[in-house]
């Protein structure tokens, strides 16, 4: 008896009481964000067919795993990605040691605030400036970086922290994913070591949970102790067919559902909706110009294409429009 | 007041009511497999300070990350490792596809059960095997035929099933650390994708709590539907410096306390060790020739170095005897 109970862990009694503590909290509305349009009752309907013990659609706790792209689907992608404006700023606090920068590109395109010019070095410029960025320190040090910049960088049009401009409806979808036994993922084209610092607090969602790309990393000894120093050489890109693969190496997992919003997200949609059982397959259009911005198969950040777009309606996907979908867009507080 | 509802998870609930549980739990012996010696009130001693509010060493539940390795600590791992045995029987099993492995190595000597004939073959002889037996199917595919040989085949000593060869002591140690709000994670040299279709099951541990040595994938479509592709190309060993690497790409944060048996474990403890606050390194060391294996600095499988054994006893790193220390070693069912 002794032996038994030290065995067995008290998994049933705490799941009943996170039923029951769900239960109470869908009474109120889940979604008080989300106008009270088809597409917040498909999500509403799927989440509700497979949690419901008996449904033919139910889905053991274990399964309910939910992916979320992250730029444009949980947070704003422009004008550029958020990240590469912490790359930007960090040439700018590196300019001093780098006195060559003044007349190398794309260092001094970004010196003297021309984006164009950081464009039009192309993706060898790029890579150079994320190699320069992102590479060299320790992980500890890089984590520290990014978590001084994401808490006081602002927004060159809204002013708002970056954090600031996650949006709202995202968030209680997250929440009441959760609440309903859900386990979230971000499955991001961006630095996962870019993510993490603040994932946890902004979105609720772990170190663990965030799937993104990354560059090499390798293990030395400093003064006796181990460090992991950050390599400039990239390890792997979470984007497109790669998103498939950051999820069965991090996960293992097919997800029943998963969120995007953009060309990059297609074949994470089409990985899951392959899958045995209900799916809910969902992308985020940014129609909305006055709250957010409007873009689509012409941006370069954000592709939405209409073959994307053609594959949604074929496939039966959800596709969130902004601008009629959210009564909000950004948290009220800020 | 409905937002606001709405927006904040039941966290504070939930987590009030884990502590309970944990603490009723705790008041019967959490450990029944394990003889009251120093060891174990090591082990006990450390997760109460750990656990408890307002003690120094006090940690908050996200920051409770617990990583074992698999092969020796938490399953035995002689004569060879268990993976092996399922690569020589997937040989066996595609050999009347391939009448050249007749005289061809390390195929022959597989399949004339002359195991040291296969070791002859060297590491391009293994990793042929490997090529051989574990890519050109589909994920899904290789996840089936893991758990088809998994819950069939049996060890060529005990006849016992190799999942019968856990370590009882230690699924009480997983247990009893979850109990106390620890996540628990396998940071092993094994392949991830044959470790993941059982250790649910087995261990209580999650497809995506494992991390492990990885083939390369490719995402397709076959007849319209994507697959993931397993490609005889490694992508990552999680041995050594590895485990390292692979703590921080998969859990991205350090964990408080590592768990291993041989050198391979040495810069997961080292890693483990160099944070802030109370940490537990422990080794297994197989000392019991009766009950399972004894063998140290001159296996081949699993070694425990001197320089191992010196590091541990400088660092203060705790060391079970599985002789002294454990009173059972595997579950008493079997």
Known sequence: MKSSMSRTPPTVALSSIAALTASLWCAADPLPSWNDTATKRAIITFVGKVTTPGSPDFMPVPERIATFDNDGTLWSEQPMYFQLFFALDRVKALAPQHPEWQTKEPFASVLKGDLKG???????GMLEMVATTHAGMT????ET???????TARHPKTGKLYTEMVFQPMLELLAYLRANGFKTFIVSGGGIEFMR?????VYGIPPEQVVGSSIK????LRDGKPVLRRLPEVEFIDDKDGKPLGINSHIGRRPIAAFGNSDGDRQMLEWTQAGDGARLMVLVQHDDATREYAYG???HIGTFSDALGKEA???GWTVISMKNDWARIYPASN
């Open 118 to 124: 950081v464009a039009a070095s192309g993706v060898n």
């Open 313 to 315: 309606t074929q496939q």
């Open 139 to 142: 992980t500890t040090e890089f």
């Open 217 to 220: 990393t390798k293990f030395e």
């Open 297 to 299: 198969a012409d941006s």
């Open 197 to 201: 610092p603040w994932t946890e607090k």
């Open 145 to 151: 970086l990014v978590g001084n910049w994401i808490a």
